[in-house]
C-alpha cells in the first residue's frame, strides 16, 4: 500500500485527484471507480487486500467533488428537483467529464489502460470511460448500475425515502444517516455491519463533507442520458454484477446493461442490495480478478520491430 495521494493537473479540467494504490506496481492495474457521494474509502482496505492477494494491483480514488479531490464551490447550484423534472440547466458537468478525469488518472500514473470496476454512478462512469476511451479500458465490470435508461434500474420508493430529508450538518448527523441509510440500501442475505458502516462515515466526514458537491453529482449523471445503443458498439470483456435485491438500482438496469454489451456475462447475486458487505468481498474479488485473467491472456501483444542484420554506416 502506498498510502493517499495526490495526481495535480489531471485530465482536459487540471483537477487534483486523490488516489491510493495498493500491491505489486507490475500487477494488473484495477481502477475501482465509486458512485454518488461515495469517497475512495467506500472501496474498503479489506477488499482492495483480497484483490491484492489474487494478483492485481487495485487503484481507489476520490472522484470530483467528494473527499480530497477538487470540489467546485464557485460552480452554479445543482438543483437536483429540476433535473429530475427534466431540467438539467444547472449541470456544470458530466459523466463524460468524470471519465476523463479516470483517464488523466491513468495518464498521471503512467499507465497506458486498466481494468476499470465501477458501483452504482462508478459503473455509469466506467461505461463511458469504455465507450469513449476504449483504448485504456482492458476490461469492464459494471456493478449495481444502469444504462442511463430512465425505464429500467428504477429506484424502490423505500430507497429514496431513506435519502429524503435535508442534509445532515453535524459529524454525528452524518454518521446516523449513514447508518439508516446501510439499513435500506444494504444486503439482506450478508447483513450489514452498522459499527463499519459508522466508522467509515466518520473517515469520510473528517476528510470532507460537501453536500453541495454532491447534489453535483446527482446532476451531472442525470444530464448524462441513455448509453443504451452506445453500449451495442463495445467491444472490451465485460462483466456485469448485480443484486437480486437492489432496492437503489433494480435489477432490470444490470440486466439491460448486460442485454445492451456484446459478449457481456451477467451474474445475478440473491441477497444483494446496493453495498458491498464484507462477507461478499471474496467472492466479489475473485469474479473481478477472473475477468481481469481473461482479459489479460487475450490481450493484443505489442508488435515487435523486426531484426535485421543492417548497421548503421560507421563514421570516418
Partial sequence: MTGERRALNVGPAGIELAYERFGDPQAPPVLLIMGIAVQM??????????????????????????????????????????????????????????????????DALGLESAHVVGLSMGGAIAQTMALEHPGRVRSLTSMAATTGDLAVGRAKPEALGALAGPPPTSRQ??????????????????????????????????????????????????????????????????????????PMCDVSGGRATAAAVPGAELVVVDGLGHDLPRAFWPELASLITRLVRHAEENRPQPQLRPVTNEHPPQQP
Fill in 173 to 246: 448527523e452524518v454518521v446516523d444517516r449513514m447508518v439508516r441509510t446501510a439499513r435500506a440500501l444494504g444486503s439482506p442475505g450478508f447483513g450489514t455491519d452498522e459499527a463499519a458502516v459508522a466508522e467509515r462515515a466518520g473517515r469520510a466526514y473528517d476528510r470532507s463533507y460537501d453536500p453541495l458537491g454532491i447534489a453535483r453529482q446527482a446532476v451531472a449523471s442525470l444530464a448524462s442520458g441513455d448509453r443504451t445503443e452506445r453500449l451495442r458498439t463495445l467491444a472490451v470483456p465485460t462483466l456485469v454484477i448485480h443484486g437480486a435485491d437492489d
Fill in 41 to 106: 474509502i467506500g472501496w474498503p482496505e479489506g477488499f482492495c487486500a483480497e484483490l491484492v492477494a489474487r494478483g492485481t494491483q487495485p487503484i481507489r480514488f476520490d472522484n470530483r467533488d467528494v473527499g480530497l479531490s477538487s470540489h467546485f464551490p464557485d460552480a452554479p447550484l445543482a438543483d437536483v428537483p429540476a433535473a429530475l423534472a427534466g431540467d438539467l440547466s444547472s449541470a456544470s458537468y458530466t459523466l463524460s467529464d468524470m471519465a476523463a478525469d479516470a483517464v488523466g488518472l491513468l
